[in-house]
């Protein structure tokens, strides 16, 4: 039996970022959305909220300038991935959510992330495994599920058998 194919979400500001992990996450059989900004990200999400599987969020992004140009010598304020985790998390608090970093020493509480909705806080070389891991972990779970299913199916026509009989339980 193949994987079912999973769908993820995945915002990072750095485009070749984005496009490696996709590269890495298309191989594994996942159909992975990158959209070019955080409000996209959002509106994909509340669009369908239920339509992904799993998001991956870098941890520092910065956010576009006016226009989405960046003038010359300018910074972007940098913005921490939590804000959008917790905004996620909120539209649909079922789906995992994993904060990755790339920043090699970057400070983040994986209590106070799990607090606001992250899945997990990984670095970013780690990502693919930890999707592997989870992708495991949800076909397990769709396995039990759809074994249950069978069992009450089961059930539900031993009991009406019995019934017929005359005979209770």
């Known amino acids: 039996m193949s994987d079912p194919e999973r769908r993820a979400l995945l915002y990072d500001d750095m485009p070749y970022r984005a496009e490696q992990l996709a590269r890495e996450l298309k ?4 159909d992975v959305v990158i959209p070019s900004s ?6 994909r999400l509340r669009a369908q909220p239920d339509g992904f599987d799993f998001i991956l969020i870098d941890h520092h992004f910065s956010e576009p300038s006016k226009g989405n140009v960046r003038e010359r010598g300018s910074r972007r304020p940098i913005v921490s991935g939590l804000d ?3 905004e996620m998390s909120k539209i649909n608090p079922t789906v995992p959510i994993i904060l990755y970093t790339t920043v090699a020493g970057a400070r983040i ?3 106070e992330a799990v607090a606001r909705g992250a899945y997990r806080v990984v670095a970013h ?6 999707v592997r891991y989870l992708i495991q ?5 769709e396995d039990i599920a759809r074994r249950l299913s069978e069992i009450q199916d089961s059930r539900r026509i031993m009991e009406s058998m019995i019934a017929g009989l005359g005979v209770g339980l």
């Open 109 to 111: 509480d994986p209590a």
């Open 84 to 86: 959008l985790v917790e």
């Open 125 to 130: 070389d780690n990502v693919p495994h930890l």
């Open 137 to 141: 972990q949800m076909n397990d779970l």
């Open 27 to 30: 191989q594994e059989g996942i």
């Open 38 to 43: 955080r409000q996209e990200a959002l509106d």
